[in-house]
């Protein structure tokens, strides 16, 4: 059974930073494709950032230059690094494991204006 474990949302300022975490345990590859989305109060799930195994990323055109996906094979554990926060990325942000139903409960990120 694999789990996700979210961490370090909170109340930040407009302009502000925070660093999102996501500790994976169970059977989860360091090849697998890693992935945070995010979900606003009344609109649809998105996806924020992707890294593969081999740490190439993509990421959403709204976070560009301002977000970092990470990770740490060895602690089983990706980063979304999120810096010059704004309002409109308030929402709950998800961890998933690409192409399977693995996803965390959450973390909520409130960017006040």
């Known amino acids: 059974q694999v789990q996700l474990v979210e961490s370090g949302g909170g109340l930040v300022q407009a302009g502000g930073s925070l660093r999102l975490s996501c500790v994976a345990s169970?059977?989860?590859?360091?090849?697998?494709?890693m992935g945070w989305y995010r979900q606003a109060p009344g609109k649809q799930r998105e996806l924020v950032a992707t890294?593969?195994?081999?740490?190439?990323?993509n990421y959403a055109d709204s976070v560009k230059g301002r977000f970092t996906i990470s990770r740490d094979n060895g602690r089983n554990t990706v980063y979304l690094q999120m810096t010059s926060l704004k309002p409109e990325d308030t929402a709950v942000y998800y961890c998933?494991?690409?192409?399977?139903?693995?996803w965390g409960q959450g973390t909520q990120v409130t960017v006040s204006s």
């Open positions: 169970g059977r989860i590859l360091s090849t697998n494709v």
């Open positions: 890294i593969t195994g081999g740490s190439h990323t």
């Open positions: 998933h494991v690409l192409l399977s139903t693995y």
